[in-house]
């Protein structure tokens, strides 16, 4: 075999060195490294400003507000109509929008604080905390009890009920009480299926309530809203000062009818809140500053753990097999689950999307955003289930496909770095202290070192003289990959470290692609 003085570039060969010589932390989160991403955003605003003039021309949308939310700041907010039709009074950025089942995160993140707090656990039956709920008579004689995570995850087996459910806001305590210890009626043994129910989230708010000893709403208001700066956001539309609210409506005979407003009750939690674009993009700001998991202050009103929980993906809620790409032709199907009062939602490339919608008599609300992308997309109206769900998510995949905007890179960690070098010098001279020092047991029990050092001569003299060493592309923080250069062909290295406190080389794979002649 040639022997050859591997080429590291500059930056590999820094971390190792720093690497060796002193602590570092153990964990390296990925980054943004493209400096362009604001410029990016901006340069498809107009076309999304397009769409949402088209929409709201083309729905008859008395009034619009929508926002694009990237690195933690509202970078752009436009309004677009009326608040009040008869008074004529334009949306404005602090008008009140009822923003209907983009509420539910709110109730499932209180029910998180609380499950922190140890006061509740989410495999705890409900009948637990409310017990009315003990009189119940499940759909099957083997049908377990419906727990806390049911109820946040919709799989209760309650039937979806949102025309019913759209009417409860109101309902009192008492009335709840009296409604569920006269019986429920199921579509689905609990636990089994994704079903949207309405109902599950009211009955979560009453959780809250008994645990934390307070209203929902208060609870929710003082732990959340009032944390995060969200001081136009209220629950009850008559504490609304005068103009400042956006009055429902429905498009009919040609004109637009006004919807008649539901008044705050024990029914909130399935879709209560009434904010502003403003308020919404700190609760959209907050959730994206979960992301990446990292080391340092933890001041947020909930931990960073905690709403990343709420991101992840939980029961099964549908697919798009046929989706694709803006350009109408490119396949992109996508998978859609439901977590902790959000959707998620990953196509083909691997892009996750966190949402939820919102739909009442009188609003229409959606937020989606990209949590390793740091960027989402807020719209709200006031037409009775207005559509902006499509036009939101093909906003944001504006920002993403012709942007193009780029997720977060992996970074290299200390160790991979150093363990690259090592590779590098080890595959080309077998030396039996380097080989002990960085593989692991299982290493020449897999192959044996002659059959080893075969593979190696065979691969390095498939691409001729070496001629540069790249930088590692890491996959994970204990796995990467890196090409040999030679001057007759690449050879592709690949290797992942142990699960050890010292992590050692556990798998290598070496592939030689010579160059066509």
Known sequence: MTSIRPVL????????????????????PPAFTDPQRRQQVQAVLPEIDQLFDDLAQKQHLPGLVYGVVLDGELMH?????????????????DTRFRIASMTKSFVAMATLILRDAGKLDLDDPVQKHLPELAAVAPPTSDAPLITIANLMTMTTGLPEDNPWGDRQMAITKEALQRFVGAGLSFSNPPGQTYEYSNLGYVLLGRVVSTVAGKRCQDFITERILQP????????????????????????????????????????AAMGGLITTLDDYARYIAFHLA????????????????????????RIFAGAAPNARLLDGTTPNPTVTFYGYGLSWQRDSRGVVKVSHSGGLPGYGSIHRFCPDHGVGVIAFTNLRYGPVYEPANRALNLILERGPLRP????????LATRQEQVARLIQSWDPALLAEITADNFLLDRSLADWQQLARERFEAIGKVREIQAIAPENQLRGAFTIVGDQGLLHVSFTLTPEAVPRVQELQLTARPTAK
């Open 9 to 28: 570039v500059v930056g590999v060969a820094l971390l190792a060195a720093a690497g060796a010589q002193q602590p570092t932390p153990r964990y390296a």
């Open 408 to 415: 977060r890179a992996v970074a290299t960690s200390a160790i």
């Open 77 to 93: 907010a436009r309004t677009l109509g009326f608040a009040d039709v008869e008074h004529q009074i334009p949306v404005a950025r």
């Open 228 to 267: 995060l700066g969200m001081n136009a956001t209220v629950w009850e539309y008559d504490t609304v000062p005068a103009g400042k609210l956006a009055l429902g409506y429905r498009w009919e005979r040609d004109a637009w009818q006004p919807e008649p407003i539901l008044h705050d009750g024990d029914g």
């Open 290 to 313: 979960a992301w990446p998991s990292r080391n340092g202050d933890d001041q947020g009103p909930v931990r960073r753990a905690t709403v990343r929980e709420m991101h992840l993906p």
